[in-house]
């Protein structure tokens, strides 16, 4: 799927606290994702696992969400968006049709408003083109 790491540079320029990222289809494949010093580390099972989370997203905050070796507790989800927390770091990842967005971020509470409108926007974008 050519083109699919163009979507990941515009994650990436949509919020500096955004350290990883990878865009993932509904069923935990890898479509793109952050390399080299920033690679997007979450395994093959892990992926698959979190993908499963959206068919049943309002159980989420009670059981958290793994991903990179690391769990996180999930305060909050929304229809097609789940947000975990870990001291400083945390995700936001969001549901179209097709894929995942995930972005893996460092930083407090104000930057992680920028990272989710950043998830948000690019879900939105592939949404709207038919993913």
Known sequence: MAGWDDYINILLQ???AIKRAAI???DGSIWA???DGGAFRATDAELKKFAALFANINSVPGTGAD???VHYIVPRVEEKLIFGKKEQ????????????VIAMYEGDN??????????????SYLESAGY
């Open 14 to 16: 949509k919020s500096s």
């Open 24 to 26: 993932i289809g509904t």
């Open 33 to 35: 994702r952050t390399n």
């Open 67 to 69: 991903l990179e070796g």
């Open 89 to 100: 770091t945390g995700f936001f990842a969001a549901k179209t049709n097709q894929a995942i």
């Open 110 to 123: 104000a930057q992680s408003a920028a990272v989710r409108a950043g998830v948000e926007y690019l879900a």
